[in-house]
């Protein structure tokens, strides 16, 4: 069979990742590639392992007792599971959006501020404001915000409050941004936002976002996966897994007749 495309090299690999919590099987041998080039949406019923899987890209999962995790995970070859691995370093190179707006109770501009602080980023305060709005501009925030970086971020709208946490991912120069369902608290104009993000984030960062919303992931993604009871049953072009997939387990969620 050949391959018309050249794939990009990937940013991250994982091989033969299973997830059990306690005695419970929560993830199947899942092994999937992610670049720089493609965004990547999981996709799949709830309770598919779809979090779960993303929560192994940057070990969220050890916050979790019960939680164990097999297999290998490997960001630019380097093994994010190996016992010289810091873990706080890993969470700025892989930096994670989630559901629910999480923004800190502080200003916004200290919001964005505290991760490179923390990480030693910024020699002076000069630096640190030049992070701090950069990092606000390409979260698409800035002119919005400029001229209110000592109000809190909690007083922003539930979008504005997404985007904050997408640019304070983004302070700390992250390599790859996990988003778990980030529009799901959203409305129709805030996810408007939030999408358009995406595609003007694309290629500067590895980007992985789970997603209930099918249209959704044929909107911002060029790579979808589709998971099922702790499996991923098929991974490929988006374009190609919504018009033709290979899976009848796929066509039968894509078509509606589960979810």
């Not at 999962?61 to 810091?86: H, Q, W």
């Not at 501009?109 to 991760?115: M, P, S, T």
């Not at 001229?147 to 909690?154: I, K, M, Q, V």
């Amino acid at each position: 069979m050949t391959q018309n495309t050249v794939q990009p090299d990937p940013k991250m690999t994982a091989r033969d990742i299973e997830v059990f919590y306690g005695q419970k099987k929560a993830i199947n041998g899942v092994s999937i590639d992610i670049d720089m080039e493609n965004v990547t949406a999981f996709i799949g019923p709830s309770g598919c392992g779809k979090s779960t899987f993303l929560r192994t890209l940057n070990r969220m999962n050890d916050t979790i007792p019960s939680a164990r995790v097999k297999g290998t995970i490997m960001l630019d070859g380097e093994d994010i599971y190996s016992s010289s691995m810091d873990v706080v370093q890993l969470r700025a190179r892989v930096g994670m959006v989630f559901q629910k707006p999480n923004p800190f109770p502080k200003s916004i501009y200290d919001n964005i501020a505290y991760g490179p602080r923390i990480h030693g980023l910024a020699s002076d305060k000069e630096e640190l404001d030049q992070i701090v709005e950069k990092s606000l501009q390409r979260a698409g925030l800035w002119n919005e915000v400029k001229d209110r970086l000592s109000e809190s971020g909690t007083a922003l709208s539930g979008g504005q409050q997404q985007r904050l946490c997408i640019a304070r991912a983004i302070a700390v120069d992250p390599e790859v941004i996990l988003m778990d369902e980030p529009c799901s608290a959203l409305d129709p104009i805030a996810t408007a936002k939030i999408e358009e993000l995406i595609h003007e984030l694309r290629g500067k960062y590895a980007i992985v976002i789970v997603t209930h919303n099918m249209q959704q992931a044929a909107r911002v993604s060029q790579r979808t996966a589709f998971f099922h009871l702790g499996d991923m049953v098929e991974y490929g072009e988006t374009s190609e897994m919504f018009t033709n997939p290979q899976q009848e387990k796929t066509r039968d969620y894509i078509t509606g007749r589960y979810g």
